[in-house]
């Protein structure tokens, strides 16, 4: 699977704690689920299974990642709604020119 150079040099600095790898986790499992014609959202449990996670912990690593600012999430349980903005305006400010 392709990873994009500018997020593997920036990782380290973007996902400094503990809980780096299930946010690291649930950000892939989101883009990975994303197509330009979906017909619907993914559910919570969809991704929670993507990712390796309970819902629970799939849940809690959306929320810090939110609260860090990298996503904004809309929509239910049954189907998500997942900006990536802010994680990409981090990987330009800490990507070396």
């Known amino acids: ?11 380290s ?8 790898m299930k946010e690291l986790s ?13 017909t619907r959202d993914p559910s919570v449990a969809f991704l929670a299974f993507l990712a390796g996670l309970s819902e629970e912990e799939f849940r809690a690593a959306l929320a810090s990642l939110e609260k860090k600012g990298l996503i ?15 994680l990409l305006d981090a990987v330009e400010k800490q990507a070396p020119e």
């Open 72 to 86: 904004q999430v809309s929509g239910d349980d049954q189907g998500l709604r997942i900006s990536f903005q802010g």
């Open 13 to 20: 600095r973007i996902f400094p704690d503990t809980h780096a």
């Open 26 to 38: 649930v950000l892939l499992a989101v883009v990975d689920f994303k197509r330009p014609n979906l």
């Open 1 to 11: 699977m392709p990873f994009p150079k500018k997020l593997v040099r920036t990782l």
